[in-house]
């Protein structure tokens, strides 16, 4: 990436108006020491610019505003004289619009980008995050995990029976079914946790700073309510979960081809109930089951 892109990323966003202003500032003073002859009022740009970007579209009307006024003040001082006052405050208003136009111009391709760039991470028909989005997010916490020593969690959730609700009432049904689960995930798990459809009826969810205790505690919540909102929907689904936690560094890979192997022993023992595994090392863990209550179908 270019490094005054970089650079430009890394300013707090309080600090861009501020930055802004005293570009605006600066042009206006060469602005006026160059004289009327030299036209810099494209100069302005790069204020605007920068804070219809990087900043709010109010904090970036107010610069062009500000932008224009200090353009008309250079313009003044240079001396510059017009056959009528009203032509100086014609070309003002002129300025000022393109100014904001730009900003609009601007600020609507910065929000499409945004859409665009959210809707590049979202699973469409759960609103979760998809697989890649899961990935880059779960990577970096792993990374700060291991500089810090601390505990993560991944957790790996199947939908039992999916397929027969989709036969049964319709793939329609089947979507609204996966919507519900992935809100009751979201609902019950901490803001710095992150869920995400894997694919078809599997979900996988990451918990950082998280050890076996907690992971017991908080899949096992997870685990209950997922079975309430299918007994209130009357959806015949149950769930498979493979927990594992590890106290060391291990690969995003490794650590979710774990868990998801986890939550295939329990679908082998009957389905419908979690088991829990302390990843130790890379070929062998320490593994506790714990069934729940429900139907294993």
Same mark, same amino acid.
């Given at each position: 990436?270019?490094?005054?892109?970089?650079?430009?990323?890394?300013?707090?966003?309080?600090?861009?108006?501020?930055?802004?202003?005293?570009?605006?500032?600066?042009?206006?003073?060469?602005?006026?020491?160059? /004289?009327f002859?030299l036209? *810099?009022?494209?100069?302005? *740009?790069?204020?605007?610019? *920068?804070?219809?970007?990087?900043?709010?579209?109010?904090?970036?009307? +107010?610069?062009?505003?500000?932008?224009?006024?200090?353009? %008309?003040?250079?313009?003044?001082?240079?001396?510059?004289t017009?056959?009528?006052?009203a032509?100086?405050?014609?070309?003002?208003?002129?300025l000022?619009?393109?100014?904001?136009?730009?900003?609009?111009?601007?600020?609507?391709i910065? $929000?499409?980008?945004?859409k665009e $760039?959210?809707?590049?991470?979202?699973?469409?028909?759960?609103?979760?995050?998809?697989?890649?989005?899961?990935?880059?997010?779960?990577?970096? #916490? =792993?990374?700060?995990?291991?500089?810090?020593?601390?505990?993560v969690?991944?957790?790996?959730?199947?939908?039992?029976?999916?397929?027969?609700?989709?036969?049964?009432?319709?793939? @329609?049904v @089947? !979507?609204?079914?996966?919507?519900?689960?992935?809100?009751?995930?979201?609902?019950?798990?901490?803001?710095?946790?992150?869920?995400?459809?894997?694919?078809? !009826? #599997?979900?996988?969810?990451? =918990?950082?700073?998280?050890?076996?205790?907690?992971?017991?505690?908080?899949? @096992?919540?997870?685990?209950?309510? %997922?079975?309430?909102?299918?007994?209130?929907?009357?959806?015949?689904?149950?769930?498979? +979960?493979g927990?594992?936690?590890?106290?060391?560094?291990?690969?995003?890979? #490794?650590?979710?081809?774990?868990? !998801?192997?986890? =939550?295939y022993?329990?679908? /082998?023992? @009957?389905?419908?109930?979690?088991?829990y595994?302390?990843? #130790?090392t890379?070929t062998?863990?320490? $593994?506790?089951?714990?069934?729940?209550?429900?139907?294993?179908?």
């Amino acid at each position: 990436m270019n490094p005054i892109l970089v650079l430009l990323n890394k300013i707090p966003k309080k600090m861009i108006p501020l930055i802004a202003i005293l570009l605006v500032v600066a042009i206006g003073y060469l602005d006026h020491i160059t /004289g009327f002859e030299l036209a *810099l009022s494209i100069l302005y *740009l790069l204020p605007i610019l *920068l804070v219809a970007w990087y900043g709010t579209r109010l904090h970036a009307v +107010i610069i062009s505003v500000l932008s224009a006024i200090t353009w %008309l003040w250079a313009d003044i001082e240079s001396g510059h004289t017009f056959s009528h006052p009203a032509i100086l405050v014609w070309n003002t208003i002129i300025l000022l619009g393109f100014f904001l136009i730009i900003v609009y111009a601007i600020s609507e391709i910065k $929000q499409l980008l945004d859409k665009e $760039q959210r809707a590049a991470r979202i699973d469409f028909t759960t609103g979760a995050l998809n697989s890649r989005a899961f990935h880059e997010i779960a990577q970096i #916490e =792993m990374s700060r995990a291991e500089r810090h020593v601390r505990p993560v969690t991944m957790a790996y959730i199947d939908v039992d029976d999916f397929k027969l609700v989709n036969d049964t009432f319709g793939h @329609g049904v @089947g !979507d609204s079914l996966l919507r519900v689960v992935a809100e009751t995930i979201k609902d019950n798990i901490r803001s710095s946790d992150s869920a995400s459809r894997i694919g078809g !009826d #599997e979900f996988a969810v990451f =918990m950082p700073e998280t050890d076996s205790d907690r992971a017991n505690t908080a899949i @096992g919540k997870i685990h209950n309510n %997922l079975l309430s909102a299918m007994q209130r929907n009357n959806w015949p689904v149950t769930f498979s +979960i493979g927990v594992v936690s590890c106290h060391r560094s291990f690969d995003f890979n #490794e650590l979710i081809k774990a868990a !998801d192997a986890l =939550m295939y022993s329990v679908k /082998g023992r @009957g389905k419908n109930s979690v088991a829990y595994s302390v990843l #130790e090392t890379a070929t062998s863990d320490i $593994q506790r089951t714990y069934p729940r209550a429900g139907n294993g179908g």
